[in-house]
């Protein structure tokens, strides 16, 4: 850093668990079910849970990026809530970076979910996240959250700024290699038919 240039300021953050909040954050999205088309297999589940919606959101996210450029780390809460989609668990869109060698960490904070990883290369992972485990994402891995509990998941996680995130990727492959789907009253993954590789 220039010596002339002005340091960014130091930023405390509050995690408000019962309502999923980061207080001190300074950005918000939100994803709503009719956001989530093509994420769930079961078409006619997803049409028919989309006809009862009541527009309350899937899954938000709140953070904190309080400078840009090399160094720089966004930190933030992501919630999901608990729900099924046919035989699928709520989950988020998943990603993987934009710069896919940038790690991201996540930290279960309320609920029960699990961490769905995936290389390009073939690889596949399903790490349970509770509250007080640690997730480590490695660089190449595409990741989603998945919540398989009956209570809101709940994570924080922090990640470079400059790693972006490229969402298209799960998309454009039919979805992600495995899915994570009930098992009585349990979770278990299967193959996604529908996936068709990811591109290199």
Known sequence: MCAAARLAEPARMTVDI????????SERYEKHLPDLAGVYRDDGAYAEAVALDGGEPVYWVESSTPETGRGAL???LSVLRPGRIGDEFAMTRGHLHAQSE?????YGVAGSGVMLLESVEGESRALPITPGV????PGGWIHRSVNVGDD???TLFTYATEAGQDYGIIADAGGMRQLVVADGDDWTTRPNPDHGGYRA
């Open 134 to 137: 640690v997730v480590h994402v």
């Open 18 to 25: 019962a309502r999923g909040l980061l207080a001190g954050g």
């Open 102 to 106: 940038f790690a991201e960490l996540y």
């Open 152 to 154: 809101t998941l709940v």
């Open 74 to 76: 966004t930190i933030g």
